[in-house]
């Protein structure tokens, strides 16, 4: 079992920044890849970025590439998102999520993961 919290959302203005952080406890963190995820209301929920168990692989939806970075630290047991020029289709609920992955492999599907935390809003006002 993997315990997950997310915290870090909160109400920013288009163009500002957040950083989302994911504290993990119970099971070995770095034996899992992390991934984000996020629910608008009445959307589906769909894949923001997720990072390899080591941190040296990454991958990021279309929608957000070049404005957030993930990125882990193992020894901490986090993983965080830093999320820069965000727009007002970037609020939702964000959710991390863990993996029991193989070493390289990112998963970019949520069913693929195991284990979810309970979310933080994020609302971008225009």
């Known amino acids: 079992q993997v315990h997950l919290v997310e915290s870090g959302g909160g109400l920013v203005q288009a163009g500002g920044s957040l950083r989302l952080s994911c504290a993990a406890s119970?099971?070995?963190?770095?034996?899992?890849?992390m991934g984000w995820f996020r629910q608008a209301p009445g959307k589906e929920r769909e894949f923001v970025a997720a990072?390899?168990?080591?941190?040296?692989?990454?991958k990021y939806a279309d929608s957000v590439k070049g404005r957030c970075t993930i990125s882990r630290d193992n020894a901490k047991n986090t993983v965080a998102l830093q999320m820069n020029s965000l727009e007002p289709e970037d609020t939702a609920v964000y959710y991390c999520?863990?993996?029991?992955?193989?070493?390289?492999?990112?998963?970019?599907?949520?069913?693929?993961?195991?284990?979810w935390g309970q979310g933080t809003q994020v609302t971008v006002s225009s």
């Open positions: 119970g099971r070995t963190f770095s034996n899992y890849a």
């Open positions: 990072i390899s168990r080591s941190g040296g692989s990454t």
């Open positions: 999520a863990a993996n029991p992955s193989g070493i390289y492999y990112i998963p970019n599907f949520s069913s693929a993961y195991d284990y």
